[in-house]
């Protein structure tokens, strides 16, 4: 399967990728991203990945950036399209361009703490379980597509939101693998009698490579 990711800004969730099923279960075929200092393009361009970026301020609009985005990514030949800190909403007219092709990792369980400045709005309500969520994007409010993988942290005493997302990282940089991995082995599907419900198939999970 030939993915296409888009990040905002570090990319250690790109890097986790590259490092796994890259070359293995998946290709990572482009990166884009709306910041054209964003590490993450550092580190697909290392990694022999196409790149681009797409400026907020060259486009009259985000319709027509994301339209130019989703153009670019079709050039590609992208069947997966993988959101790994990408900080700006999509358009529902690129959602609906890759329905059923877009998954987010969001450090939150979901439908806990959705949006922005997830860590902190957990922290503020006195959550002591913290956790990742990869889920499927589709037009509707934000993050409310349905899940594919999640996992928690204990983490009764946390007070501090760097503290909270260090002990996150290494748990989103193995469920968005093994996430893509799944998609890419087609062992994950919607249940027909539960539109909200992704079944994973237990049998390839056991079997995937990914821990």
Same mark, same amino acid.
């Given at each position: 399967m ?5 990040? %905002?800004?570090e ?10 099923? +890259?070359g *293995?279960e ?6 884009? %991203?709306?910041?054209? #200092?964003? *590490?993450?393009?550092d580190?697909a361009?290392?990694a022999g990945?196409?790149?681009?970026? !797409?400026?907020?301020g060259?486009?009259?609009? *985000? @319709? ?24 700006a909403?999509l ?5 609906e361009?890759f329905?059923?092709r877009?998954?987010?990792?969001h450090?939150s369980l979901l439908p806990? !703490?959705?949006?922005?400045r997830a860590?902190e709005?957990a922290?503020?309500?006195? #959550?002591?379980? !913290?956790?990742?969520?990869v +889920?499927?994007?589709e037009?509707g409010?934000v993050d409310?597509?349905p ?7 204990d983490?009764p ?7 909270v997302?260090?002990a996150?990282?290494?748990?989103? +940089?193995?469920l968005?693998? *093994? #996430?893509?991995?799944?998609i890419?082995a087609g ?7 539960h539109?909200? @419900?992704?079944?994973?198939d ?10």
């Open positions: 030939r993915v296409g990711v888009l990040a %905002s800004g990319g250690t969730n790109l890097q986790a990728l590259l490092d796994t099923v +890259h *293995r998946v290709e990572i075929v482009a990166v884009a %991203s709306d910041q054209p #200092a964003a *590490r993450a393009l580190r361009r290392a990945v196409a790149t681009a970026v !797409f400026e907020r060259d486009f009259p609009g *985000r @319709r027509e950036r994301d339209a130019a985005i989703a153009g670019w990514l079709e050039e590609c030949d992208v069947g997966l399209v993988v959101l790994a800190g990408y900080m909403i358009d529902d007219v690129f959602l361009r329905a059923g877009i998954v987010n990792v450090p806990a !703490f959705p949006g922005i860590i709005q922290l503020a309500y006195g #959550a002591k379980v !913290f956790g990742v969520t +889920h499927y994007v037009p409010a409310s597509g899940i594919v993988l999640q996992g928690a942290v983490l005493d946390a007070t501090d939101a760097a503290e997302l260090a996150l990282r290494p748990l989103e +940089h193995e968005l693998p *093994r #996430a893509v991995g799944l890419a062992a994950v599907r919607r249940d027909a009698t539109p909200r @419900r992704v079944v994973v237990q049998a390839a999970a056991g079997s995937s490579s990914r821990p």
